[in-house]
């Protein structure tokens, strides 16, 4: 099946940084989502995104379909940008959401 | 937008009982899902649901089953807990198939932390 993965797994921030998050994937996909996942553990939807780069206040997010990866970019970041980054995708055709394992980020203040 | 609602935040069982899980949507979506998430294993995905009375094996289904009665309510049946089903459970929701065109977001609940003693 196809594979997601994330990196890094793990990153510290100081308040006001800018980070980049990475998702790779090995096969087309038809959809693609990076979820934030809150400190009571709701995954929040940040973007829908199968292709192309939009941009949502402080975040913004880019996927390239054709070389099968997305990334995440938060600018100026916040502590309350803390908490588990994902990226999920379903395969061209299929109906299960594939999740890669996450980027842990804490921002310091 | 969308609504994802799971009726229990927090649950304590103990174990051999049977626990409910329910979940409800509220726009009408085709698909609904459940998974679990445990530290290190990350989400997997234990049953979901593509049309009312439907149900499909995820990649971890033993130990639980499902009921889909209505379009928007999707449940997870522990038919008899077991400690190592305590864990966070997560329904979600997305509006249809794989020959949709268009943006098919996949929206997730609050989750529900079960503890089963």
């Known amino acids: 099946g196809i594979q997601v993965e994330q990196s890094p797994p793990d990153l510290i921030l100081q308040e006001g940084a800018n980070s980049t998050l990475r998702c790779n994937f090995s096969d087309s996909v038809n959809n693609l989502q990076w979820f934030h996942q809150n400190p009571w553990g709701q995954l929040i939807n940040l973007f829908y995104i199968p292709s192309g780069t939009k941009q949502n206040g402080r975040l913004s997010a880019t996927t390239v379909a054709t070389e099968r990866y997305s990334l995440l970019y938060i600018s100026s970041s916040q502590t309350t940008d803390s908490g588990v980054y994902f990226c999920?995708?379903?395969?061209?055709?299929?109906?299960?959401?594939?999740f890669g394992a996450g980027t842990r980020l804490f921002v310091k203040a | 937008d969308v609504k994802v609602t799971q009726s229990s935040r927090y649950l304590v069982k103990r174990t051999g009982e049977k626990v409910f899980l329910e979940c409800v949507q509220d726009?009408?979506?085709?698909?609904m899902f459940w998974y679990r998430q445990d530290p290190g294993l990350g989400l997997r995905l234990i049953y979901f649901s593509y049309d009312v009375k439907m149900k499909e094996k995820g990649d971890i289904p033993e130990g639980y089953s499902v009921s889909r009665e209505k379009k928007e309510r999707f449940s997870l049946i522990l038919e008899s807990a077991s400690t190592n089903q305590t864990s966070m459970y997560l329904c979600?929701?997305?509006?249809?198939?794989?020959?949709?065109?268009?943006?098919?977001?996949?929206?997730f609940g609050a989750g529900s932390r079960l503890t089963v003693l």
């Open positions: 999920a995708v379903v395969g061209t055709g299929g109906f299960k959401t594939i």
């Open positions: 979600a929701s997305s509006l249809t198939g794989p020959s949709y065109s268009g943006a098919n977001v996949l929206t």
């Open positions: 726009m009408d979506h085709e698909n």
